[in-house]
């Protein structure tokens, strides 16, 4: 069966277009469905929103870790199909899902044992460390569903397969939507309703991926059993070695949001609450442009494994300027929707309505940079040069976030919460203007040399016809 895109030969301006849309209309989706929750948790109150606006971190942290070994696992099986190594392809596609699967049982087992400690260490109010705790420890059995189906998305993606990437997601947020309304309204549960809804909606979006999966043609085969030509033991160090700095990388990002919070909750929940919202709105339009990176990889790592080093230069020139406009759409969309959205979610709390105002405005801008760095990161990522993605992002946390909120809460305690939000700006900022600096020391080096190298390569070809 023909993939529904020819990544070797189709143009690349439609290529682009054609798969990163999707990932950004899922991305959109994915980032609706946190909406919809905080929508229906706002009905309940602001403790409710800022008692799952602390706790939501951790979930996307492990989900986020988990995510960076698909994806640097997605970009190895990308270069083999490029390379036409179909059976070293499903040999990796095998042992990736079992990967995950352990993975995923040891987040979900000692995280539901672990939770009490954690929300005590961080030393929450009695009535916020409650609600947290009824939330997070149900919504901890639905992380080996969350990751499973996440892989299963990475897989499709993986062949260019990208529409039925948006429809699952467009399904979820419909189930989801639907299981709030019943939990709260019908059975009339509180926020353990919430959780119990997402609970049943990614078992639900599991069952539908694996069925889908399972009932159409791949380019590769993914089984239970890995052939005896290749060692299990290699396969596995050079997914972690590919993944691991990814997964570092995107979780430290979400742990540094666990540690704004124990920042921002000093300031009272309202604050948290604000925090969690204005993140909300953010991430309706960040959440898209950050996909542009993603729907990069395959395109680039499979034309990269055949040595079309014409056509990967073009998909990083057109990629850089489509995340550039997407980004800058985005950040002046956000300026737009700021106010209906905080007002509705915020409930005439006049407070929590102000605190989200002077977040999202000052934030909402850096979808700009959000966006460029992002598609950058897909590119370095494309050619399983992770260390870049873990040394940018450690640079952005440790090095300018973290520290900035320690500095401002030192010697500018009176702009009380104002200094969390000035940091994020800064470095989101800044994290953008280093990455560039990065990524012109690492691609355009490594592209001329494999240009030679294939150059090299043609040139001995043609000699050896010619005697």
């Not at 009339?188 to 809804?197: P, Q, R, T």
């Not at 540094?256 to 953010?282: E, K, M, P, S, T």
Request: charge should be positive; charged fraction near 15%.
């Amino acid at each position: 069966m023909k993939p529904a895109l020819d990544l070797h030969k189709d143009p690349i301006r439609i290529l682009i277009f054609k798969m990163t849309t999707p990932m950004m209309v899922a991305g959109f989706v994915t980032t609706s469905y946190g909406f919809v929750d905080m929508i229906f948790a706002s009905r309940l109150g602001s403790l409710e929103v800022a008692s799952i606006a602390f706790v939501t971190p951790l979930f996307i942290m492990l989900k986020a870790f988990a995510s960076g070994v698909t994806r640097g696992g997605v970009s190895i099986i990308a270069t083999l199909l490029g390379e036409e190594k179909k059976e070293k392809a499903s040999a990796y596609a095998t042992q990736l899902r079992l990967l995950i699967i352990v993975l995923s049982i040891i987040f979900a087992i000692p995280g539901v044992f672990l939770l009490p400690a954690i929300l005590k260490a961080v030393g929450v109010s009695t009535e916020l460390y409650n609600q947290a705790l009824i939330y997070s420890q149900i919504l901890f059995f639905s992380v080996p569903a969350m990751l499973i189906f996440q892989l299963y998305i990475s897989l499709f993606k993986s062949q260019g397969k990208m529409k039925v990437i948006s429809t699952i997601s467009i399904l979820g947020i419909i189930c989801n939507a639907i299981l709030n309304a019943v939990f709260l309204y019908i059975i009339e549960f509180k926020i353990d309703g919430l959780a119990y809804a997402t609970l049943l909606t990614s078992a639900i979006q599991m069952l539908i991926i694996l069925y889908l999966y399972g009932h159409q043609e791949h380019q590769f085969n993914i089984g239970w059993r890995t052939s005896s030509n290749y060692s299990k033991a290699a396969i596995w160090t050079k997914l972690l070695k590919v993944g691991l700095p990814l997964s570092f990388t995107q979780a430290s990002s979400h742990f540094g949001f666990l540690v704004l919070n124990v920042f921002i909750v000093q300031f009272g929940h309202q604050a948290v609450a604000a925090f969690a919202i204005g993140n909300r709105i953010n991430s309706l339009l960040f959440s898209p442009a950050k996909e542009i990176g993603g729907g990069l990889i395959p395109l680039i790592a499979q034309n990269w494994g055949r040595g079309a080093i014409d056509r990967v230069k073009e998909t990083i020139k057109l990629g850089l300027l489509y995340s550039l406009i997407i980004g800058i759409s985005a950040a002046f969309l956000i300026q737009l929707i700021k106010y209906p959205i905080a007002h509705f979610l915020t409930k005439d709390d006049p407070e929590t309505y102000q605190h989200v105002i002077n977040y999202v405005g000052l934030v909402g801008w850096t979808a700009i940079a959000w966006a460029v760095f992002h598609a950058l990161q897909g590119i370095v990522n494309s050619f399983q040069k992770t260390m870049f993605t873990l040394v940018v992002n450690t640079v952005r946390l440790w090095g300018i976030r973290i520290p900035g909120i320690l500095l401002f809460y030192a010697f500018l305690p009176s702009v009380a919460e104002y200094g969390i939000w000035y940091t994020m700006f800064l470095s989101n900022t800044i994290t953008v203007l280093f990455a560039i600096a990065y990524f012109m020391m690492i691609v355009p080096p490594m592209l001329n040399k494999k240009e030679e190298a294939e150059r090299i390569k043609a040139r001995q070809k043609i000699e050896e016809l010619i005697t």
